[in-house]
């Protein structure tokens, strides 16, 4: 796996209010524990579990203010139960109780939340271990809030291909294409990915200057062809971390086997903040490379 050294982004353009936030969240994530030391609030674990646990009743009480009754059917449980659930998130100060319906206070509004957001990001991480496993750890770019609503494809024994048949079918359904290291998505001698990007779609693709020379040696007519049309583009980059594709409605990300080379997870969305968050990535990666018929003539 490439060194953090080598995946140091060179060029951050700005992002939306939103992205730059849970980027620098990403960025900042190994010294929260730090900083809450310094600040002396840490919080109590069994506190944090009881919080957790309650986070049914929480995100019911979100939707809408409700009385005991509803609340017993909503999360059908008993008249104790919910009297021992109400009780205790009334002592937190979580909710009030305003004409027989209990209702979240500002409080409790924020840390439901909270809860919510641990829930997707915990949810997130389990469905894409794989992608987590496979990609470098220290890739300080790489946030997982943009990808909750993700399809994750893994490579099973006995389907190994299906990580690289759910990216190429998304390349047949795009127009362009944008990516770096992407032979680990589709090895060289997929030729359907390539006559695709040779043929029918605008791409431009970052490889490693290994790689590049390795397709032009592959295809020599149809990378020739292919670039003076202005059909495609090749841009080389020393080091690339994960493979990342941009297509026309969608963005991907491809963890590989560093032995095998093989693709073993592939994770796409249509979620506009994970487009921005690579827009941005691929930015800052393109700002680093140099294109092909620069390095040749040097």
Known sequence: MDSPENDRLAF??????????????????????????????????????????????LEALRAK????????????VSRATSHRLTKWLDEQGFVEKVESRFRLTGRGEAVTDEVLRFEANVSTVHRMGP????????HAEFAIEPMIDSTVTVAEPTVPDRPAERFISLVGESETF???NTTHLAPLMIGEFY???????????????HVAEKLRETYPTRVTE?????????????NLPYGLALFDERVGL?????????????????????????????????ADSTPLEERMEQ
């Open 12 to 57: 951050n353009p700005p992002a939306s209010p939103i992205v730059e936030a849970v980027m620098q969240n990403a960025r900042n994530q190994q010294y929260l524990g730090k900083r809450l030391d310094a600040a002396g609030t840490r919080a109590d674990p069994d506190h944090l579990g009881d919080i957790v646990r309650h986070g049914p009743i």
């Open 65 to 76: 203010p409700m009385d005991r009754r509803e609340i017993e059917a909503r999360l059908e």
């Open 131 to 138: 992608l987590l496993d496979a990609i470098c750890p220290h």
């Open 178 to 180: 944008r990516g770096f």
């Open 195 to 209: 006559q695709r990007v040779f043929d029918a779609t605008e791409a431009e693709l970052i490889y490693t200057p």
């Open 226 to 238: 292919a670039i003076d049309r202005g059909q495609l583009t090749l841009r080389t980059r020393e």
């Open 254 to 286: 491809g963890g590989y086997d560093d032995d095998t080379g093989l693709l073993q997870v592939f994770v796409d969305t249509d979620s506009p903040m994970a487009r921005e968050w690579a827009e941005r990535v691929y930015a800052s990666i393109k």
